[in-house]
């Protein structure tokens, strides 16, 4: 079993892994008889939703076995306290990851949420990447709430009850993907599953409604920024007012935490 290497940035924890370490672990989790292990991905914008979300920052702390480090702002913070080394696990990356190894051990895979269309079209695609695949989707119809009615949540819990999966890939968005998972822990139990991951937007690249960033973007850590061109109405001002506070706050800490010059914050730019 891979040891446990963590660290807290603004009181959340994130896992120091690579992407072979974390796919090593995945596999474990797959052939284990323990209980469902909750995998969560866990970016710059995760981390402040969890500063006002007391069951967000519970679930990623206490429940969720595995969380991924999915933004260059974890790095950014990371290489200020002397940690380097670690990679970016990105849950787009993972989706696919966790199929390739769902194909390979018989497993099972379902995706549940993201819009209909979407859901059904990254099924059919994953199908034709991995051959063999035994997957399944549903999309619940929409709501602004965290969560659904009583009748849609018994809809949703009698599909995964009946196609018995062994990994449940929840894409409804942070934080109510995470929500639904923490709340569910005793049902996915029950019904087998092994994994429960929440994959936000990752299916909506799968499905090839949204181009992945140029390799230039993503070797440089900034998919954040060409998402941003593409997108400048839909993200900047969630961005011009997340980001900045995110680094105050972390700077802060930083310094509330005493670290010497040996661990200088000026080792990020060696």
């Excluded at 966790?98 to 269309?117: M, P, R, T, V, W």
């Excluded at 059904?120 to 965290?146: D, R, T, W």
């Excluded at 990994?167 to 993907?177: H, I, M």
Aim: glycine share 6%; aromatic share 12%; hydrophobic share 35%.
């Amino acid at each position: 079993m891979t040891e446990k290497k963590t660290f807290s940035i603004l009181g959340i924890k994130v896992h120091l892994y690579n992407t072979k370490q974390t796919l090593d672990l995945i596999k474990q989790y797959l052939c284990s008889s323990e209980r469902v292990h909750s995998i969560a991905t866990v970016n710059l914008e995760f981390i402040m939703l969890a500063q006002h979300n007391e069951e967000l920052k519970d679930y990623v702390n206490n429940v969720s076995k595995l969380n991924t480090i999915d933004g260059v702002g974890i790095l950014n913070v990371l290489k200020w306290y002397g940690i380097s080394g670690i990679h970016r696990v990105c849950g787009s990356d993972l989706a696919y990851k966790i199929a390739e190894i769902c194909k390979d051990n018989n497993k099972k895979y379902f995706i549940l949420g993201s819009a209909e269309n979407v859901s059904q079209q990254a099924k059919i695609k994953l199908k034709e990447l991995y051959e063999g695949l035994e997957v399944e989707n549903y999309s619940p119809p929409y709501v602004k709430s965290l969560k659904f009615s009583e009748d849609e949540d018994k809809k949703i819990m009698n599909i995964l009850r009946e196609f018995k999966p062994d990994v449940v890939c929840v894409a409804f968005g942070v934080p109510k993907e995470e929500l639904w998972i923490h709340e569910h822990q005793d049902f996915l139990n029950e019904i087998g599953v092994k994994i429960a991951i929440g994959l936000g937007g990752s299916f909506d690249f799968i499905a090839g409604k949204v181009n992945r960033a140029p390799s230039f973007f993503k070797k440089t850590g900034n998919e954040w920024l060409y998402r941003l061109i593409k997108e400048p109405r839909a993200r900047f001002k969630r961005q011009i007012t997340t980001i900045p506070i995110y680094y105050w706050l972390c700077f802060l800490e930083y310094i509330q935490r005493g670290y010497n010059e040996k661990n200088s914050i000026y080792n990020m730019f060696k």
